[in-house]
Structure formats: C-alpha cells, structure tokens
C-alpha cells in the first residue's frame, strides 16, 4: 500500500502535469486564434532567423529575488527575421533597464531585504517573433517545480539543476504591432505589462489590453501636433505616407480625423507594408509624385520606414522636391537620414518630451566588452559601433561601410550620435520605478516588519499586484502636478520644447556646458519657432532656421531615482503629464 506521503506527491505531480498540459493547449489556441487574425504567424527555421542563429536563446540577465521580463528591439528586422544589431535604439533602452535595476538595487530604502533582478530579452521588431520570446517568461511560471514535494531515498530534499526564470511583470514592447501580441498573450496568465513606446491609441482599449498600461501617451497627441504644424503653415493640401500596423494606421487614421476638421485635404494617402522592398518605396515616392500640388508629406512611420523613404527620394534626386513632416517614429533619429541629409533637409519631426536621466549617460559611455558581461548582445553592439572584431577572426559582414579588418583593442569608446540620450530611456526608468514602487508598497503589505522576501510574496499574484498596487503607485513631478494621461490641446502654442537643426556631417545640439557654439545646432523654444514664422524668417519653401538661442529653454533637470516619476498611474497611462512633442527642424549648411 502507498503511504499517504508518496500518495500526495504523485497527486502533486499529476496537478503539475495537467497544469502544464493547460498551458499547453492555451498556447496552443492562442497562436492558432491569432493565426487567423493577423496573417502572419509563421516562424521560419530556427536557422533562418539571423546570420548568428543563436540569437533566440540569449537572455541578458541580472539575478534577482523577484524578477521583471524586459522586451527591446535589440536587433532590427531582417529579411528573415533578425537582422543587424539596432545601433539607434536596442542596446542603449536594454541598458538603461538593468541600469534602473542597479539602481533600485543600491537604494536600501527601496524594497529593503530583496533584490530585483531582471531576464530581457530580443524582439527584433518583430510582432511574431516578440511573441514565441514572450513565451519563455509563460513557460516558466508553469514549469518551476517546489522542491518541498520531492524526497530522495536518503531523506534529503530535492534540489532542481536549473530554476526557470518566473517574472512578475514585463518592460515592453517597443513597437506597438509588438505589444498588442505580447499583451494578448500576457493578459491570459495575468502578467502586468508596462510599454515605455508603444503609442498606439488601440492600446487604451482597456476591455481588450486590461494588463497593459505605459509610460508614453497614445498617438492622438502626435496627430493632433502634425494637424496644428501644418495649420500654422497655412497648409491645406497634403500627401500621406503611413506604415502597416497598429501604430501607423491608426495615428493616420487620427490625422485625417482631425484634418478634415480642420479643411486640410489629402491629394495621396500610401501604406508601406511590413515586407516593404526598395521597389515598395519607389512606387510610394512615385505616387507622390503624381500629386505634384502636395509639396507637404505626412509621414507617420517606422524609423527603418522613414530610411527606406527617404533612400527612395535620393534614388530619384528629389532634393527639395518634399517638405517631410514626421512622427516620432523617425523623431530624432539619425538612421533615417545620415545617408540621405540633402533629401531630409527641411523635414520637421516630432519627439516626446523627455529628460535625461542623471548618471546613465556615464553608465552607458564607460561600458566595455571586458566587463559588460550580462549583456550577451554587448561585444556584437561593440562590433558595429567601432568597425572591429572583438577575440574572433572573421571579415566584416554585417554592414556594407565596414573600414579594412581590424581588431577591437578595447579602449575604444561609445560615440554619442547626438547629444543627449536616446529619448525612450526616460520612459524605461519610469516602467522599472513604477513596478519596484508597486512591489515595495506590497512588501510592506504582506511582510511587515520584515527587510526581506517573506513567504506572502513567494509567489506573486499578477491580479493583485496590478489592481492593488501597481494602479496606486503616485509619484511627485518638478514638472507638473497633474497625472494620467495628457489632456487634448488644439493650440499649437501649448506644444512646447525644442527645435533644432541638421547639419551635413553631424548633428548636434546646444548644451548649457558648451563653450564653442560656432558649430552647434541652434536651439529654440517651440514659442520663438512661432515668433519666426510670423517674421518670415522661416518661410514653407526651404524650412531654414534662424534666430537667438536661448538656454533657458533647452530642457529640465536631469531626472534622478530621488524625482519620483512617472506623475501618477492610471490603467491606460503611466505618463507625466504632458509628455509633449519635441520639433526638429532638419537642416544643412
């Protein structure tokens, strides 16, 4: 007869058996249901994804009592699936989250006793692909076994090779095609997910995405902005260019929206699918052209989009031909233009507002491959940055403008593209704070008097930790009182930050510590943009700027972990509020 010992464990690993067995089928008729919706669902051979097929497995970890899962575009888009390292935005928003995490770490009045600890993970801007990664932060909360139940011969407690990495909540997206899946997938096992990018307004659909909340608001804001940019130019007759998803389509749809109010007509209106070619981009440039009263293009997509368009318009030598008005999916990024600044000269492009936060430029600017070694992507970041191979002998593959081979000597430094950080890690900072918050406010809950991880929160309820904490974290803003999400504004005066220029050979802008000036961008305030306009020193035909530069408006404070932001919590925002457009004004000399 079976003692009532050996009856309970073998009861205890068949419910851990049929609970795997749960998650199986629940997986299983996801990915069939989203199949049927989206199209677009088949996942090549492991083999083919990338150039380094091993890219799949790596995670960058830091380890942790409880843990968060983080989602970046590490990688761009290959013409299979992952392609090159993401220079402009992987790395650097990947960094400034363990970053935060080292920072709550150190901080001893922050969840006291425990250690946050982090698994990230790849996206290579792709929805599909998000998803099957997305899968290993499911996979182990349904795989972690409790030793308790499992007794050797000898008397002695079980103890498992591995421990499956269980996370309490998820730091992404980046790309809102991106998070609408991961979120679909998340919200079945009750996992919080906060996005630091993704802008989408399907996103506050909070019927549909009742786990997702984010630090950046939706796009109505941006549309808006384009709308009241091309009123003040007295614009009435525009071309539209937009990308396949959710985020493109559905901040064109806004735009005509509000144009329409506004009696702005549109002479082309032009998707760019998700497998756009250099033929798709030609023939969009060549719609355009067949609306020759339309100087003006909307143009609301994704950066490699936006790169792709504009190598288009060089292939033709449309110089000057279009005046581009952008969304933040091009914002401040160089990928779009550093090879084609002559056919970008003019465009104006929106960026959220952010400010840098103090500390991380040094972190990022002082990390090397000898002893970054948590980042499995760092020596391949490494690489393309500085032209090199690092401890392997191999010719350069990855980029066609690639110098003679060469060793990396290792004292090379990370070469700021533009002078301050990339606009999103503000936002990341914010996600991470906002779940330690929610995880300190229910350590001391459920562990009073008690500077450690007590057995309440062995196994943390994602239900709870929303609902009852993470919704009710508040923090205090220097910049504003308000909170949730930004308010609607019809005035294009309340638009306020920053605009400057382009130049030929870099881009930079002007910093309080700047001492040279003859070779800097100049920096105005969004109101002495207006204040130009009416003087006509800034006429629609060229879009060049002049004018004085002021300090005063060329940013906040630094942020520190002591600034408590974001403002306030809400289910479909965790934005200060508002996080309003930057302008940049493209420009060569």
């Not at 608001?217 to 260019?241: C, G, H, M, R």
């Amino acid at each position: 007869m079976a003692s009532p010992d050996s009856s309970q464990g073998g009861q205890s690993r068949h419910h851990q058996c049929l609970r795997l067995l749960m998650w199986q089928v629940a997986a299983l008729a996801f990915l069939l249901a989203l199949t049927a919706t989206t199209g677009d669902m088949s996942f090549p051979p492991v083999s083919d994804r990338s150039a380094n097929s091993t890219k799949k497995s790596l995670v960058a970890n830091i380890h942790g009592d409880i843990i968060l899962g983080g989602l970046f575009p590490v990688h761009d888009k290959g013409e299979k699936m992952c392609g090159s390292i993401n220079l402009d935005r992987g790395i650097e928003r990947l960094e400034a989250m363990l970053y935060t995490i080292d920072e709550i770490n150190d901080d001893p009045e922050l969840l006291p006793g425990i250690k946050l600890g982090a698994s990230v993970l790849d996206t290579c801007g792709r929805a599909p692909y998000a998803l099957e990664q997305s899968l290993e932060f499911i996979r182990a909360s349904f795989t972690s076994l409790d030793p308790t139940e499992f007794v050797c011969r000898d008397g002695s407690e079980a103890k498992a090779k591995s421990t499956p990495t269980t996370v309490v909540g998820v730091v992404g997206g980046s790309y809102s095609t991106v998070s609408i899946q991961v979120a679909n997938l998340l919200r079945l096992f009750k996992i919080p997910q906060i996005s630091y990018a993704s802008t989408s307004a399907s996103l506050s659909d909070k019927q549909r995405y009742d786990y997702f909340i984010r630090t950046v608001p939706p796009d109505t804001l941006q549309a808006k902005a384009l709308v009241d940019i091309v009123q003040e130019f007295n614009w009435t007759y525009v071309s539209i260019v937009h990308s396949e998803g959710e985020y493109g389509e559905s901040g064109i749809d806004f735009f005509k929206h509000e144009a329409k109010a506004k009696n702005i007509c549109i002479a082309a209106s032009k998707e760019i699918s998700l497998r756009a070619t250099n033929a798709t981009y030609d023939e969009v440039i060549k719609e355009l052209q067949d609306k020759p009263e339309a100087r003006v293009v909307i143009v609301f997509v994704r950066s490699e989009d936006a790169t792709g368009l504009l190598n288009a318009a060089a292939r033709k030598n449309l110089t000057g031909k279009f005046v581009w008005i952008a969304s933040d999916g091009w914002g401040n990024r160089l990928a779009p233009v550093k090879n084609n600044p002559l056919v970008a000269q003019g465009a104006i492009t929106l960026e959220l507002q952010s400010t840098p936060i103090l500390g991380f430029e040094k972190y990022f600017l002082d990390l090397n491959p000898r002893s970054n070694h948590r980042n499995p992507w760092f020596v391949e970041y490494w690489e393309e940055e500085h032209k090199c191979s690092w401890n392997r002998v191999r010719p350069p593959t990855s980029a066609e403008d690639w110098r003679p081979f060469r060793a990396c000597k290792g004292n090379e430094r990370i070469n700021r593209r533009i002078t301050s950080q990339e606009n999103k890690v503000q936002f990341i900072y914010d996600a991470v704070y906002a779940f330690a918050h929610a995880l300190h406010d229910m350590q001391e809950e459920l562990c009073p008097g008690t500077d450690r991880l007590c057995p309440a929160m062995a196994n943390i309820d994602g239900e709870t930790l929303l609902r009852n904490y993470l919704l009710n974290v508040s923090f205090d803003d220097e910049r504003s009182g308000a909170c949730g999400e930004p308010q609607d504004s019809n005035e294009v005066i309340d638009l306020t930050d920053l605009v400057y220029n382009l130049h030929r050979k870099r881009r930079t802008a002007i910093k309080k510590q700047n001492k040279d000036r003859s070779n800097s961008s100049t920096i105005l305030s969004y109101r002495q943009f207006l204040v130009l306009l009416s003087s006509a020193s800034l006429q629609q035909n060229d879009l060049r700027l002049s004018g004085p530069s002021s300090d005063e408006d060329a940013g906040g404070k630094p942020r520190t972990h002591d600034r408590k932001v974001p403002a306030g919590l809400r289910e479909d925002s965790l934005s200060t509020v508002p996080p309003t457009p930057h302008m940049f004004v493209y420009k060569n000399r």
